[in-house]
């Protein structure tokens, strides 16, 4: 049997491999039980392994890479347009396989146990960070529904709810201000959980060489900085930094007919962790961008006397997306240029 390439659609219980021969015929289906994917595909003769960069792929790429093994991983939504007539796993299989032939497919790099571990850090954060957003908006609507309006901020409303637990007031009821205690005290806990988590990336960070080099750039720091080594490794898979950018969604979405171009707005593709902190990084730093007397101060000078500032901060934050990616690429620091 001679098979040039591997695709394999993954289940939780059930996987479904399709072989194609050099023409691109399909000399080989099966359906396995996960358990027994790796030693049935390391048992066929050496070739390409195709797979979707879905959950648990990377796992198994980095199997099949320490076997010797070319691994090719796609994002779904480019093989989607291959599968053929009606959908069934041999049917995404076989796509899987096919789009891995194309010549100008792109793929997604395996992530090392490191990257892999990082990101798991990352997105339990980022699960804690919103659970804390949830519980304080909980809080603003208890406050609210009995006549008190707290400030925006964290700080405004920790001191709302030092009022809020006065025993005086007699249009708040003891059970209510237990329950107000309770769930402050949850908010502790959670903040506590993320600042130790915020320790651990610090510490990272100054471990990391890639790292270090990163948080040289402003408006990124040391969140951005791991989840950018977490996601993109060393940048190698893109060829230039706005492919970087596009990826983060950073650049307009784009409706062209009849050779007539029509720019809209942000496409928000790729990564959505990385581009919300990217984007509040390039916020918060844009002030003082603006008043650097260098290159970077100036073309934002330029772009903020023409441009809605939210519009600024979302080219700003294409901006450091190019320069993370040359930074990566290069193996240099951030160096800023005078104008």
Not at 163 to 185: G, K, N
Request: one cysteine or more.
């Amino acid at each position: 049997m001679s098979i040039s390439i591997l695709g394999v659609d993954l289940g939780k219980n059930l996987c479904s491999v399709v072989g194609l021969d050099g023409s691109g015929a399909v000399v080989l289906r099966r359906r396995l039980r996960r358990s027994g994917l790796v030693d049935f595909v390391l048992g066929l003769p050496n070739s390409a392994i195709a797979m979707e960069a879905c959950c648990g792929a990377h796992h198994l790429g980095r199997v099949f890479e320490a076997a010797g093994r070319e691994v090719r991983l796609m994002s779904p939504e480019y093989v989607r347009p291959y599968v053929k007539a009606q959908k069934n796993d041999d049917r995404d299989a076989e796509g899987i396989a096919e789009a891995a032939t194309r010549p100008t497919m792109r793929f997604v790099p395996v992530k090392t146990q490191v990257q892999s571990d990082v990101q798991a850090l990352h997105r339990a954060r980022s699960r804690l960070v919103a659970e804390r957003t949830a519980l304080i908006n909980h809080l603003r609507a208890l406050l609210l529904e009995r006549g008190i309006v707290a400030a925006k901020g964290r700080k405004s409303l920790e001191t709302e709810l030092e009022v809020f637990t006065d025993e005086e007031r007699p249009h708040v009821s003891p059970r209510i201000r237990l329950l107000v205690e309770d769930l402050r005290s949850e908010w502790r806990d959670l903040d506590r959980r993320i600042a130790a988590f915020d320790a651990e990336f610090v510490r990272m960070a100054r471990d990391d060489e890639p790292a270090r080099r990163l948080t040289s750039i402003p408006g990124v720091g040391v969140i951005n900085a791991t989840a950018f080594i977490a996601a993109v490794g060393d940048a190698r898979c893109f060829n230039r930094g706005r492919d970087l950018a596009a990826w983060l969604g950073l650049v307009p979405k784009q409706a062209t007919t009849g050779g007539k171009p029509k720019l809209l707005g942000i496409s928000k593709r790729g990564n959505r962790y990385l581009r919300s902190t990217l984007i509040h990084g390039a916020r918060a730093v844009l002030p003082r961008l603006t008043n650097d007397p260098s290159l970077l101060g100036a073309w934002l000078r330029s772009l903020s006397a023409r441009a809605h500032k939210n519009v600024v901060v979302v080219a700003l934050a294409a901006k450091l997306a190019r320069i993370i990616w040359a930074v990566l690429r290069t193996g240099d620091s951030y160096r800023s240029m005078a104008a």
